[in-house]
């Protein structure tokens, strides 16, 4: 059984920055040997669950528009961790943020969209408030 928890969180003010950390257990991430999509979403208040930013088996990363430029996804496979570098923060990123991950990622690009719909496993959330 694959478990991801998150942690990181916090609360920060306009223009500065947090690292969310993800832990994988249940399941190594190993390079070569296995196709995955891992990636981090969130979700804010009365909106629904929006992608952030994703990565996969060969270290190629996807962002939302919202987010390019100021978050970098990565992947510690020593570590079995998957961060989210979140630079530049805006009250509008203030929202719960979520990892998940494929594990048996196969047709389909590996990118928000696609890893919501296909995402077999779940973290339970971290809180980022964003203060102006």
């Known amino acids: 059984q694959v478990q991801m928890v998150e942690s990181g969180g916090g609360s920060v003010q306009a223009g500065g920055s947090l690292t969310l950390s993800c832990a994988a257990s249940?399941?190594?991430?190993?390079?070569?040997?296995?196709?995955?999509?891992l990636g981090w979403f969130r979700q804010a208040p009365g909106k629904e669950r929006e992608g952030v930013a994703t990565?996969?088996?060969?270290?190629?990363?996807s962002f939302a528009g919202s987010v390019q430029g100021r978050f970098t996804v990565s992947l510690d496979n020593a570590k079995n961790t998957l961060y989210l570098q979140m630079n530049s923060l805006k009250p509008e990123d203030t929202a719960m943020y979520y990892c998940?991950?494929?594990?048996?990622?196969?047709?389909?690009?590996?990118?928000?969209?696609?890893?919501?719909?296909?995402?077999?496993?779940w973290g339970q959330g971290t809180q980022v408030t964003v203060s102006s």
């Open positions: 249940g399941y190594t991430f190993k390079r070569k040997s296995q196709s995955y999509c």
């Open positions: 990565i996969d088996t060969e270290g190629a990363t």
């Open positions: 998940a991950a494929d594990t048996v990622w196969v047709g389909y690009p590996c990118g928000p969209e696609g890893l919501k719909d296909n995402a077999g496993y």
